[in-house]
């Protein structure tokens, strides 16, 4: 089974909307860094809404052994670019990443990506959720930034739009 390595937005939004336990059934293991978690533990100490990934039993931290310069340059925060790095060495790895720079930087070190969305229609696709749109409304609710265009093709990607 591929090794899915979680940046923050992912893991917050789907603890936000109730729904960590598909990460769990879908994924088995999610991977963080200890830059992940520092995220998630700042985001905790300023009052976000956001779960302490070190209790949960489905979760491995991890880190990347070196740090490549042109992730560094590339301007985005700790935690997207020791995501990118730790999915850079190891071997079947999805990175799971929503800001579009980090995805095209890990897409342009040839590092395979998914997200939040991504999730979803996989969680339907496999019989975990019977339908995307009512959890994209719950996202939207929670400030997931979500074009209209993009909600249309989610749907349409998930059979319930045509």
Same mark, same amino acid.
């Given at each position: 089974? #591929?090794?899915?390595?979680?940046?923050?937005?992912?893991?917050?939004?789907?603890?936000?909307? @109730?729904?960590?336990?598909?990460? #769990?059934?879908?994924?088995?293991?999610?991977?963080?860094?200890?830059?992940?978690?520092?995220?998630?533990?700042?985001?905790?100490?300023?009052? #976000?809404?956001?779960?302490?990934?070190?209790?949960?039993?489905?979760?491995?931290?991890?880190?990347?052994?070196?740090?490549?310069?042109?992730?560094?340059?590339? @301007?985005? !925060?700790?935690?997207?670019?020791?995501?990118?790095?730790?999915?850079?060495?190891?071997?079947?790895?999805?990175?799971?990443?929503?800001?579009?720079?980090?995805?095209?930087?890990?897409?342009?070190?040839?590092?395979?990506?998914? @997200?939040?969305? !991504?999730?979803?229609?996989?969680?339907?696709?496999?019989?975990?959720?019977?339908?995307?749109?009512?959890?994209?409304?719950?996202?939207?609710?929670?400030?997931?930034?979500?074009?209209?265009?993009?909600?249309?093709?989610?749907?349409?990607?998930? !059979?319930?739009?045509?």
């Amino acid at each position: 089974m #591929s090794d899915y390595i979680f940046n923050t937005s992912p893991i917050q939004y789907f603890h936000q909307i @109730g729904r960590l336990d598909l990460l #769990s059934v879908l994924l088995g293991r999610v991977i963080v860094t200890t830059a992940v978690v520092q995220e998630i533990a700042l985001g905790m100490e300023l009052g #976000s809404d956001l779960p302490d990934v070190k209790k949960l039993d489905f979760v491995e931290i991890r880190d990347p052994t070196k740090y490549l310069n042109p992730i560094l340059k590339s @301007g985005l !925060g700790a935690g997207e670019i020791s995501v990118i790095a730790l999915a850079l060495e190891t071997v079947d790895s999805t990175a799971v990443l929503d800001d579009r720079l980090a995805r095209s930087t890990a897409v342009s070190f040839g590092v395979p990506i998914t @997200g939040t969305l !991504g999730l979803l229609l996989d969680a339907k696709n496999h019989g975990f959720i019977r339908a995307v749109e009512p959890v994209l409304d719950e996202l939207i609710a929670k400030r997931f930034r979500l074009s209209s265009t993009t909600r249309n093709a989610i749907l349409r990607l998930s !059979g319930e739009k045509a």
